[in-house]
């Protein structure tokens, strides 16, 4: 029988501490073995979905506000549960990451996976500095971002900027003054099953390199659910459709792993969910706006 367990990937005080005070922490070999296998295998076939449609198809966005140019595979994507790779909600069902979360969100969470990171080979626009989401810091909002590949410094690794978090950057201002090296920037070299937590908006991007290699990175994002009741951008139906995700990647998680250790979720009464039998319907909930970040290119939304 699979135990139960809601500490064993839980984050240290001291690692919260150093999440709150820098903007990022970074897991090392913190997802391993046969679930980062299933999610490698998954994201090849995410990246051979992704390039059979077309830039004008609903199910995706062209193209980041903080990149050269349109995507050409997934990193847009308003739905990503319903393209057919049970992994996608087996991660998310996973202790490693719900421990992680509860840590820093408490159990009132609301989960949105995208996929930002699938670069085929030769892949190596910039992606320019820039904050993903600016808020008024009552609540931590943040990213869980799995590497799937190797990333290095001269592969494109992610830059951030340690401490950038606590208010609004201009970040064309920063380019103008800095360029690629800022004082204090940080270059993120992460190998396969590795993550990063970072703050939505703690500052960061990826300068242009030649030739870079395979690059995959699955990002969720998580906030409390009661921001985003507070501050929007969605309103409770939506929150609760999010909600609903969880019970069902614990369940996907329990299925595909049934010895491993499992996490128990406890949410407030208020945010328990009934699933309704219509999983294409469960899984497929668009994320169609989001709140604005701080961008230094074409299509930026400056607050």
Known sequence: MASTIQ?????????????????YLILRKWITGRLLERLQDAASRWIETGLTLSPEDPARRTSSTASEKPARCCSGWTTFHDKGQPPSLEMLGA????GVVQSLTGPQLRADLRVHGLQEEGDGEAIRWHQDAVHPRRHRIYNYDLYLDRSSADGGALVVLPKSHTT???????????????????????????VLVHDVMVVHG?????????????YYEFRPAEQILAEGPWDRE?????MRLIPIALAAHREAFPESPQFDWNPDPDFRQTISPDMERELKIAHVVHTPGSHC????VHM
């Open 7 to 23: 500490t064993d990937c839980a984050l240290t005080p001291e690692q919260v501490a150093f999440y709150d005070d820098n903007g």
């Open 95 to 98: 202790p490693q990451v719900l």
């Open 168 to 194: 609004k950057v201009d970040a064309c201002e920063l380019e103008r003054m800095h360029g690629w090296s800022p004082p204090n920037a940080l270059v993120v070299e992460m190998e396969p099953g590795d």
């Open 206 to 218: 990826s300068p242009r390199v030649v030739g870079k290699a395979l690059r995959r990175t699955i």
């Open 238 to 242: 939506w929150v609760d459709r999010r």
């Open 297 to 300: 290119s074409a299509g930026s």
